[in-house]
């Protein structure tokens, strides 16, 4: 089942902060973060795993509450570059397969 | 480091046809996986692939096939295409071992037209 994420588009003036939701009803093993800009391939960006531990940029934080089966990704201070469609995507268990929830557009102004 | 390479990058066929698409993953990685993405469905899982077996399945009909050589590099075939096939199909490697929960690597695609 497709993970839901909210809001499902973003503007933002360089300098501010956002938050993108990612919830699913089902446990979770994962939960993947992927930017992809317009015409490009997705790029890696964060992987939050059960048990709390975490791998990805230093300068993008995001949290995993395994209990709501739910993740949440900050962007802080954002800059022109951060501009894209952001994805979570999310593994159920052993199953080496993401199902991605239908994306973010994030825009940000100068 | 090469990155993930696929082929060809564009390509159109008419419905009834059938298309080979091509995946070199990056140096190393065992694992590749399939993804359609279209802007009704978003990202959709197709299949894995890691050492040369078939890992994971997608919910995709019989038509989508796929398989993997020995140097890691992956195809995927669709038979009978529906103009519903047109999509961006994209291409992800990763080491593929110990667990769950690795970083995938996509390629920038083949972009799939059926007329």
């Known amino acids: 089942q497709q993970p839901v994420q909210s809001p499902q588009a973003v503007i933002l003036r360089e300098g501010e902060d956002a938050v993108i939701n990612c919830s699913s009803s089902?446990?979770?093993?994962?939960v993947h973060w992927y930017r992809q800009k317009h015409g490009e391939a997705p790029v890696f960006l964060m992987i939050l795993l059960k048990g709390g531990e975490q791998k990805g940029h230093e300068k993008i934080s995001a949290s995993f509450n395994e209990k709501k089966q739910q993740s949440s990704l900050y962007l802080t201070a954002s800059q022109l570059s951060y501009s894209g469609t952001y994805f979570c995507g999310t593994e159920k268990g052993s199953a080496r397969q993401l199902t991605f929830g239908s994306g973010t557009q994030l825009t940000v102004l100068p | 480091k090469a990155g993930v390479t696929q082929t060809p990058r564009y390509l159109i066929k008419t419905r009834g046809q059938q298309v080979t698409l091509s995946c070199s993953p990056i140096s190393g990685h065992r694992s590749v996986s399939w993804y359609q993405q279209t802007p009704g469905q978003g990202l959709q899982f197709l299949f894995e692939?890691?050492?040369?077996?078939?890992?994971n399945k997608g919910n995709f009909p019989g038509r989508f096939s796929g398989r993997q050589f020995s140097n890691s590099r992956s195809e995927m075939n669709v038979s009978t295409l529906e103009l519903g096939d047109s999509a961006l199909y994209l291409c992800a490697s990763s080491h593929g071992t110990g667990g769950p929960g690795g970083e995938l690597f996509f390629g920038e695609g083949s972009r799939l037209t059926v007329l």
């Open positions: 089902k446990a979770l093993y994962s």
């Open positions: 692939y890691f050492s040369e077996t078939q890992r």
